[in-house]
Protein backbone atom coordinates (compact mmCIF):
# COMPACT_ATOMS: atom_id res chain seq x y z
CA UNK A 1 0.00 0.00 0.00
CA UNK A 2 3.06 2.36 0.95
CA UNK A 3 4.37 1.84 -2.64
CA UNK A 4 1.38 2.12 -4.57
CA UNK A 5 1.17 5.93 -2.63
CA UNK A 6 4.44 6.32 -3.30
CA UNK A 7 3.94 5.93 -7.11
CA UNK A 8 1.05 7.76 -6.68
CA UNK A 9 2.69 10.51 -5.34
CA UNK A 10 5.08 10.48 -8.12
CA UNK A 11 2.87 10.34 -11.08
CA UNK A 12 -0.04 12.90 -9.53
CA UNK A 13 3.24 16.18 -9.76
CA UNK A 14 4.67 17.63 -12.63
CA UNK A 15 7.79 15.78 -13.86
CA UNK A 16 11.19 17.34 -14.34
CA UNK A 17 14.10 19.09 -13.25
CA UNK A 18 11.98 22.54 -12.73
CA UNK A 19 9.06 20.72 -10.62
CA UNK A 20 11.56 18.17 -8.87
CA UNK A 21 12.85 21.61 -7.42
CA UNK A 22 9.40 22.86 -6.19
CA UNK A 23 8.33 19.62 -4.84
CA UNK A 24 11.39 19.04 -2.53
CA UNK A 25 13.30 16.18 -2.06
CA UNK A 26 11.66 12.98 -1.19
CA UNK A 27 12.76 11.20 1.59
CA UNK A 28 12.75 7.80 2.95
CA UNK A 29 13.27 7.27 6.34
CA UNK A 30 12.91 4.90 9.06
CA UNK A 31 10.26 4.58 10.88
CA UNK A 32 12.03 5.77 14.48
CA UNK A 33 13.40 9.09 13.22
CA UNK A 34 9.73 10.15 12.55
CA UNK A 35 10.34 13.52 14.61
CA UNK A 36 13.91 14.28 14.14
CA UNK A 37 13.65 13.91 10.28
CA UNK A 38 10.87 16.33 10.79
CA UNK A 39 11.96 18.46 12.58
CA UNK A 40 15.11 18.49 10.50
CA UNK A 41 12.98 19.47 6.98
CA UNK A 42 11.17 22.10 9.23
CA UNK A 43 14.67 23.57 9.80
CA UNK A 44 15.52 23.43 6.16
CA UNK A 45 12.71 25.24 5.07
CA UNK A 46 13.07 28.08 7.38
CA UNK A 47 16.03 27.99 5.36
CA UNK A 48 14.38 29.33 2.29
CA UNK A 49 14.17 25.89 0.86
CA UNK A 50 11.04 23.82 -0.36
CA UNK A 51 10.54 21.58 2.54
CA UNK A 52 11.32 17.80 1.84
CA UNK A 53 8.57 15.26 1.17
CA UNK A 54 9.25 12.73 4.07
CA UNK A 55 7.56 8.70 3.72
CA UNK A 56 8.27 6.76 7.15
CA UNK A 57 8.20 2.93 7.55
CA UNK A 58 10.56 0.11 8.77
CA UNK A 59 13.49 -0.19 6.82
CA UNK A 60 13.16 -3.22 5.67
CA UNK A 61 9.91 -2.17 3.88
CA UNK A 62 11.29 1.04 2.31
CA UNK A 63 14.75 -0.59 1.37
CA UNK A 64 12.29 -3.09 -0.68
CA UNK A 65 10.30 -0.41 -2.15
CA UNK A 66 13.48 1.66 -3.65
CA UNK A 67 14.48 -2.06 -5.08
CA UNK A 68 11.08 -2.12 -6.40
CA UNK A 69 11.63 1.01 -8.63
CA UNK A 70 9.60 3.63 -6.54
CA UNK A 71 11.05 7.21 -6.98
CA UNK A 72 12.85 8.84 -4.00
CA UNK A 73 15.94 11.17 -3.52
CA UNK A 74 17.25 9.87 -0.09
CA UNK A 75 17.38 6.83 1.94
CA UNK A 76 18.05 6.85 5.57
CA UNK A 77 17.92 3.07 6.97
CA UNK A 78 18.14 1.95 10.90
CA UNK A 79 20.66 -0.16 10.28
CA UNK A 80 23.38 -1.15 7.52
CA UNK A 81 22.00 -4.16 6.11
CA UNK A 82 19.33 -2.44 4.38
CA UNK A 83 21.74 0.57 3.17
CA UNK A 84 24.57 -2.12 1.94
CA UNK A 85 21.22 -4.45 -0.09
CA UNK A 86 20.52 -1.31 -2.10
CA UNK A 87 24.16 -0.54 -2.55
CA UNK A 88 24.94 -3.89 -3.86
CA UNK A 89 22.09 -3.37 -6.43
CA UNK A 90 23.75 0.10 -6.97
CA UNK A 91 20.89 2.14 -6.01
CA UNK A 92 22.62 4.86 -4.44
CA UNK A 93 24.62 7.52 -5.29
CA UNK A 94 28.57 6.82 -4.76
CA UNK A 95 30.37 8.51 -2.40
CA UNK A 96 26.70 9.77 -0.67
CA UNK A 97 26.81 6.57 2.17
CA UNK A 98 26.70 8.23 5.75
CA UNK A 99 26.36 7.82 9.26
CA UNK A 100 23.63 9.93 10.40
CA UNK A 101 22.80 8.66 14.22
CA UNK A 102 23.09 6.38 16.47
CA UNK A 103 20.60 4.82 19.46
CA UNK A 104 19.86 2.20 22.15
CA UNK A 105 17.50 -1.03 23.22
CA UNK A 106 15.41 -0.57 25.44
CA UNK A 107 12.08 -2.58 27.24
CA UNK A 108 9.28 -0.18 27.41
CA UNK A 109 6.48 -1.43 30.13
CA UNK A 110 3.31 -0.15 30.81
CA UNK A 111 2.48 1.66 33.96
CA UNK A 112 2.09 -1.06 36.81
CA UNK A 113 4.91 -3.38 35.20
CA UNK A 114 8.02 -4.58 37.32
CA UNK A 115 10.98 -3.71 35.94
CA UNK A 116 12.97 -6.28 33.93
CA UNK A 117 15.96 -6.90 36.59
CA UNK A 118 18.14 -8.69 35.14
CA UNK A 119 18.95 -8.53 31.56
CA UNK A 120 20.62 -12.09 31.11
CA UNK A 121 19.50 -15.43 30.65
CA UNK A 122 16.66 -17.30 32.71
CA UNK A 123 15.55 -14.09 34.52
CA UNK A 124 15.26 -11.99 31.60
CA UNK A 125 13.56 -14.76 29.65
CA UNK A 126 11.27 -15.86 32.24
CA UNK A 127 10.20 -11.51 32.66
CA UNK A 128 9.47 -11.11 28.73
CA UNK A 129 8.24 -14.57 28.48
CA UNK A 130 5.65 -14.41 30.86
CA UNK A 131 3.47 -12.67 28.25
CA UNK A 132 2.88 -11.26 24.78
CA UNK A 133 6.63 -9.06 23.73
CA UNK A 134 5.78 -7.06 20.89
CA UNK A 135 8.79 -6.18 19.14
CA UNK A 136 9.45 -5.23 15.34
CA UNK A 137 9.28 -8.57 12.96
CA UNK A 138 13.04 -10.09 13.82
CA UNK A 139 13.03 -11.19 10.14
CA UNK A 140 13.44 -7.99 8.81
CA UNK A 141 12.67 -5.11 10.87
CA UNK A 142 16.22 -3.37 12.06
CA UNK A 143 14.61 -3.12 15.69
CA UNK A 144 13.08 -6.71 15.65
CA UNK A 145 16.77 -8.36 14.26
CA UNK A 146 18.67 -5.83 16.85
CA UNK A 147 16.50 -7.15 19.62
CA UNK A 148 16.33 -10.90 18.73
CA UNK A 149 20.33 -10.58 18.36
CA UNK A 150 20.26 -9.39 22.26
CA UNK A 151 17.90 -12.02 23.26
CA UNK A 152 20.08 -14.88 21.94
CA UNK A 153 23.23 -13.34 22.96
CA UNK A 154 22.06 -12.68 26.68
CA UNK A 155 20.63 -16.22 26.75
CA UNK A 156 16.85 -15.43 26.63
CA UNK A 157 15.37 -15.57 22.95
CA UNK A 158 13.94 -19.24 22.88
CA UNK A 159 11.92 -18.37 25.80
CA UNK A 160 10.71 -15.06 24.36
CA UNK A 161 10.16 -16.30 21.16
CA UNK A 162 7.08 -18.17 20.94
CA UNK A 163 5.43 -15.26 23.22
CA UNK A 164 6.96 -12.28 20.31
CA UNK A 165 4.07 -10.52 18.36
CA UNK A 166 6.07 -9.04 15.42
CA UNK A 167 5.21 -5.18 14.45
CA UNK A 168 5.57 -3.98 11.14
CA UNK A 169 7.79 -1.48 12.28
CA UNK A 170 9.30 -0.53 15.50
CA UNK A 171 6.75 2.56 15.85
CA UNK A 172 3.71 -1.02 15.62
CA UNK A 173 5.23 -2.53 18.39
CA UNK A 174 5.32 0.74 20.59
CA UNK A 175 1.69 0.76 19.88
CA UNK A 176 1.17 -2.61 20.55
CA UNK A 177 2.26 -1.94 24.53
CA UNK A 178 0.78 1.76 24.73
CA UNK A 179 -3.18 -0.13 23.45
CA UNK A 180 -2.33 -2.73 26.36
CA UNK A 181 -1.75 -5.77 23.86
CA UNK A 182 1.51 -6.87 25.35
CA UNK A 183 3.16 -5.96 28.83
CA UNK A 184 6.41 -4.91 27.20
CA UNK A 185 8.32 -4.39 23.99
CA UNK A 186 11.30 -4.03 22.45
CA UNK A 187 12.01 -0.52 21.16
CA UNK A 188 14.46 2.05 20.63
CA UNK A 189 15.14 4.15 23.56
CA UNK A 190 14.31 7.38 21.42
CA UNK A 191 10.66 5.94 20.67
CA UNK A 192 10.15 5.56 24.86
CA UNK A 193 10.53 9.47 24.75
CA UNK A 194 7.62 10.00 22.53
CA UNK A 195 5.52 7.50 24.96
CA UNK A 196 4.67 9.30 28.03
CA UNK A 197 2.63 6.77 29.46
CA UNK A 198 5.27 3.64 29.19
CA UNK A 199 8.26 3.48 31.01
CA UNK A 200 11.68 2.09 30.30
CA UNK A 201 11.97 -1.33 31.98
CA UNK A 202 15.22 -2.30 30.88
CA UNK A 203 18.11 -0.84 28.87
CA UNK A 204 20.08 -3.83 26.72
CA UNK A 205 24.13 -4.34 27.42
CA UNK A 206 25.67 -2.59 24.31
CA UNK A 207 27.43 -5.19 23.90
CA UNK A 208 24.68 -7.85 23.06
CA UNK A 209 23.82 -6.69 19.72
CA UNK A 210 25.47 -4.70 16.78
CA UNK A 211 25.66 -1.34 17.40
CA UNK A 212 22.48 0.58 16.05
CA UNK A 213 24.06 2.74 13.34
CA UNK A 214 21.47 4.75 10.75
CA UNK A 215 23.14 5.59 7.54
CA UNK A 216 21.75 8.23 5.11
CA UNK A 217 22.52 8.02 1.40
CA UNK A 218 21.22 9.92 -1.91
CA UNK A 219 19.42 7.39 -4.06
CA UNK A 220 20.30 7.06 -8.20
CA UNK A 221 16.85 8.08 -8.92
CA UNK A 222 16.95 11.33 -7.43
CA UNK A 223 16.64 13.92 -9.52
CA UNK A 224 15.98 17.21 -6.97
CA UNK A 225 18.87 19.55 -6.99
CA UNK A 226 18.19 20.28 -3.44
CA UNK A 227 18.58 16.38 -2.19
CA UNK A 228 22.21 16.37 -1.93
CA UNK A 229 21.91 20.24 -0.04
CA UNK A 230 20.01 18.46 2.62
CA UNK A 231 21.73 15.23 2.91
CA UNK A 232 24.57 17.62 3.93
CA UNK A 233 22.50 19.32 6.29
CA UNK A 234 21.66 16.58 8.03
CA UNK A 235 25.05 15.70 8.19
CA UNK A 236 26.06 19.16 10.08
CA UNK A 237 26.89 20.68 13.08
CA UNK A 238 23.14 21.88 13.15
CA UNK A 239 21.60 18.88 11.90
CA UNK A 240 23.84 16.58 14.42
CA UNK A 241 22.10 19.24 17.00
CA UNK A 242 18.76 18.15 15.63
CA UNK A 243 19.12 14.69 15.66
CA UNK A 244 20.83 14.98 19.60
CA UNK A 245 17.68 16.71 20.91
CA UNK A 246 15.62 13.79 19.89
CA UNK A 247 17.51 11.47 21.46
CA UNK A 248 19.80 10.03 18.92
CA UNK A 249 23.61 10.09 19.25
CA UNK A 250 25.90 11.34 16.36
CA UNK A 251 29.18 10.54 15.20
Request: aromatic share 12%; glycine share 16%.
Given at each position: ???LTLLLLFFTLPTGPASAQARGPLVLAAASMQEAIGAA??????RGHTRPSLSFAASSALARQVAAGAPADLFISADQEWMGDLAQRKLLVTGTRAVLAGNRLVVVARPGQAAVGSMRGAALGKRLGAGPL???DPDAVPAGKYGKAALERLGAWQAVAPRVVRGESVRAALTLV???AAPYGIVYATDARIAPDLTIAGVFP???HAPIIYPVARLTTSQNSDAEGFRRFLLSADGKAIMRRFGFSTP
Open positions: MRFADAWARAMGERGRGS
